[in-house]
């Protein structure tokens, strides 16, 4: 089992800054991948970014290339969300998730950002 702890987020105004953090705990020998999704009222969880353990490869969802910016610290198991140019749009609940071969998916409980115009 991983546990993954959310922390950060918040209110902001469009054009403004935010960072999430995630710091993974249990049995985090076994990360292949973190990452941090989305998920806005009334529509459908979507891919925000990830980041490969292994190789420090970086993926990016299409509409916040440019704006966000994922990192990690391997010491700590964590990994940070850096939300730049922020817009109304972009308010979600945003959840972190780790992905180990064999178990799948792990999800925190969510963090909200609020983007206001």
């Known amino acids: 089992q991983v546990q993954l702890v959310e922390s950060g987020g918040g209110s902001a105004q469009a054009g403004g800054s935010l960072r999430v953090s995630c710091a993974a705990s249990?049995?985090?020998?076994?990360?292949?991948?973190m990452g941090w999704f989305r998920q806005a009222p009334g529509k459908e969880r979507e891919f925000v970014a990830a980041?490969?353990?292994?190789?420090?490869?970086?993926y990016y969802g299409d509409s916040v290339k440019g704006r966000f910016t994922i990192s990690r610290d391997n010491a700590k198991n964590a990994v940070y969300l850096l939300m730049n140019g922020l817009r109304p749009e972009d308010t979600a609940v945003y959840y972190c998730?780790?992905?180990?071969?064999?178990?799948?998916?792990?999800w925190g409980q969510g963090t909200q950002v609020t983007v206001s115009s």
């Open positions: 998730a780790v992905w180990t071969p064999g178990s799948g998916w792990y």
């Open positions: 980041i490969v353990w292994s190789d420090n490869r970086s």
């Open positions: 249990g049995r985090t020998f076994n990360i292949n991948t």
